[in-house]
C-alpha cells in the first residue's frame, strides 16, 4: 500500500528530479500523476522505467490524492496550491510564495523534521530556496553543540537555480566567445555569466540586498533559530549545477574544528571531505547527482574567539529541491499520513 501522488511541473528541471528522485528512493506510489501546462500536455517524461505523460494541470482534479509536488513558479501556485490543498491533497511547495507564512512550516528533515505536523493548518508546506537549505544542514548539528550567534555566508551559484534558460544561455555563450560573430548578447542575467560572475540574485530592496541574501536570512531564521544573526552575498557562477558556499560562523561557546569535524562526519545528510591537500576537498561538478551536502575546509578562523570557517557544496537542484521535497514527503508518510 503507498500513496497518491501528483508532480506540478514535470516538464521542468525540478519537477523531472522529483519524479527520479521519488523512483531512486523507493517512495511509496500507488498511483502517480505529472501535471504540466497546456503547452506541455502530452509531453513524455520519466518514473522509474515508466514513461508517463503529462495531464493539464488546469484541469486536474486533486481529489483523492495524497501528496501534491510543485514545482513551478510563484504565480502559478498561489492559482493551483490552493485548490489542491482545499480538495485534501498536501501540497509541497518548491517556490518561495508560502515560505514565510506562519501557517506553513519551512521544513528541512534533517534539520526541523517535528515541524512536519503544522501542515494541518494549511495543508501546505513550504520547501526553502535551494541555497538555504545546505546550508542549514551543515549549521544544525553544530549549533546543537556551541549554540550560533552569527553567520556569514557567501555563495557560488550555479545556472541551473535560474532554470534552462539560464543553463542553455551558458552553454550558448561560452561556444559564441570561439566563434567569431556568433557571441551570446544576455538575455537571462543582466551581465553575460560564460566565464564571469554576478553579485545579483534575484531583485535588488530597498536596503541593498538582493531578495536571494534576504531568503537566506529568514529562512534561517524560521528553519534552524530566530536569534542567529545572517548576513549573505549571494553571487551567480558559469557552474551548470550545483551551488557552493564559503560559510563564516560565530558560535557562543569555543568550538575547535577538529571536534566540528567530527559532529558533522555524524551528521545526518552530510558528508565530510576535507584532507588538507590539494585536491583534498569537493567541488560542485563532483556532487552532481548527489544526496549529500559536502562539507570540506573546516578550519578554526583565528580573528574572532569562538569562530569557525567551512566550504558547503550540494546538488542545487536535488538537496536544494527535489530531494528535499521528497524528504519532507517522507517524514510526512511516516508521521502524519495513512497509506491507501
Not at 549571494?234 to 563564516?248: K, L
Amino acid at each position: 500500500m503507498g500513496y497518491k501522488v501528483v508532480v506540478v511541473g514535470a516538464t521542468g528541471n525540478v519537477g523531472k528530479e522529483m519524479l527520479n528522485i521519488l523512483a531512486e528512493r523507493e517512495f511509496p506510489v500507488d498511483e502517480i500523476a505529472a501535471l504540466a501546462s497546456r503547452k506541455s500536455l502530452g509531453t513524455e517524461v520519466s518514473f522509474g522505467d515508466r514513461t508517463l505523460k503529462t495531464q493539464d494541470l488546469d484541469t486536474f482534479d486533486f481529489t483523492g490524492w495524497d501528496i501534491a509536488l510543485f514545482a513551478i513558479g510563484s504565480d502559478a501556485t498561489k492559482v493551483y496550491a490552493p485548490k489542491a490543498a482545499d480538495s485534501g491533497c498536501v501540497v509541497i511547495d518548491n517556490s518561495s510564495l508560502y515560505r514565510y507564512d506562519p501557517d506553513v512550516p519551512l521544513i528541512v528533515p534533517e534539520v526541523n523534521a517535528d515541524a512536519v505536523v503544522g501542515y494541518t493548518k494549511k495543508n501546505i508546506i513550504a520547501n526553502p530556496n535551494c541555497s538555504t537549505a545546505q546550508m542549514v544542514v551543515a549549521l544544525k548539528p553544530l549549533h546543537d553543540r556551541a549554540r550560533i550567534k552569527r553567520v556569514v555566508v557567501a555563495t557560488y551559484q550555479s545556472v541551473s537555480g535560474t532554470g534552462k534558460e539560464a543553463m542553455d544561455e551558458l552553454w550558448n555563450q561560452t561556444k559564441g566567445l570561439f566563434v567569431p560573430g556568433q557571441e551570446v548578447e544576455p538575455k537571462v542575467y543582466p551581465k553575460q555569466i560564460a566565464f564571469n560572475v554576478i553579485p545579483h540574485i534575484d531583485v535588488f530592496l530597498d536596503s541593498g540586498e538582493t531578495k536571494e541574501e534576504w531568503k537566506m536570512v529568514a529562512e534561517t531564521k524560521k528553519i534552524l533559530d530566530p536569534k542567529i544573526k545572517v548576513t549573505a552575498t549571494c553571487v551567480r557562477v558559469p557552474v551548470f549545477v550545483g551551488h557552493s558556499e564559503a560559510i563564516n560562523i560565530e558560535f557562543e561557546d569555543h568550538l575547535d574544528w577538529e571536534e566540528a569535524t567530527d559532529i558533522l562526519r555524524e551528521a545526518p545528510g552530510v558528508l565530510v571531505v576535507d584532507k588538507r591537500e590539494a585536491g583534498g576537498y569537493i567541488t560542485p561538478i563532483e556532487c552532481v547527482g548527489e544526496y549529500a551536502t559536502y562539507i570540506s575546509r573546516i578550519r578554526q578562523d583565528s580573528t574572532i574567539e569562538n569562530g569557525l570557517n567551512l566550504w558547503c557544496v550540494s546538488d542545487n537542484l536535488r538537496k536544494g529541491a527535489a530531494l528535499n521535497a521528497v524528504q519532507i514527503a517522507e517524514v510526512l508518510g511516516q508521521r502524519c499520513l495513512k497509506k491507501g
